[in-house]
Antibody
């Protein structure tokens, strides 16, 4: 079965960077895009961006342009999301999700809590 | 920019039908997807492409989309359906690309 397993909780200082990993199994990694979304405490879901493991194409939400980089490693079936210049309002649970078809997410990772402390 | 509007909360008695709406300008021309999220858990896809169900999702979950409103309908609601529900679409005309509604908390009375 499709499974996405994310890295563990991160605690970072303001201005630092964080890199979250998402290891996929149970399907051909290159066949589906990977999207990242986040959820601040008590808030709704917010899309961060998308990457194609097949060719490395990326799309980022405008508010994260310049601060986020998404990459994949086909050899280990792992996707990564790096967010730089962290601010307090970046404190959230970050999710990776497999893109099915063109535009929706049929499997999600368990989430990675990123805490930005001042 | 395009906005998806959901009611913050919906309440329903067990066994009744709950309807959760997602409003957007001419949303009927787009494909809408719905996710269920229980506290402390990752979202789960319950309806995609307006009205299709992934395998394993009960027939009690159904969706429709027309005009300016997409609707998720839960029939014969059970206590275990209590969760937050999010609509989502992919809009290539916006910088956001992927949009989520603000979420609706379904309370089973």
């Amino acid at each position: 079965q499709v499974q996405l397993v994310q890295s563990g909780t991160e605690v970072k200082n303001r201005g630092a960077s964080v890199k979250v990993s998402c290891k996929a199994s149970g399907y051909m990694f290159g066949s589906n895009g990977i999207s990242w979304a986040r959820q601040a405490p008590g808030q709704g879901l917010e899309w961060v961006g998308w990457i194609s493991p097949h060719n490395g194409d990326t799309k980022y939400a405008e508010k994260f342009q310049g601060r986020v980089t998404m990459t994949t490693d086909i050899s280990t079936n792992t996707a990564y999301m790096e967010l730089r210049t962290l601010r307090s309002d970046d404190t959230a649970v970050y999710y990776c999700a497999r893109v099915f078809g063109v535009d929706h997410f049929d499997s999600w990772g368990q989430g990675t809590l990123v805490v930005v402390s001042s | 920019s395009y906005v998806l509007t959901q009611p913050p909360s919906v309440s329903v008695a067990p066994g009744q039908t709950a309807k959760i709406t997602c409003e957007g300008n001419n949303i009927g021309s787009k494909s809408v997807h719905w996710y269920q999220q229980k506290p402390g858990q990752a979202p789960v896809l319950v309806v995609f492409d307006d009205s299709d169900r992934p395998s394993g999702i009960p027939e009690r979950f159904s969706g429709s989309n027309s005009g300016n409103t997409a609707t998720l309908t839960l029939s014969r609601v059970e206590a275990g359906d209590e969760a937050a529900y999010y609509c989502q679409l992919w809009d290539s005309n916006t910088d956001h690309h992927v949009l989520f509604g603000g979420g609706t908390k379904l309370t089973v009375l």
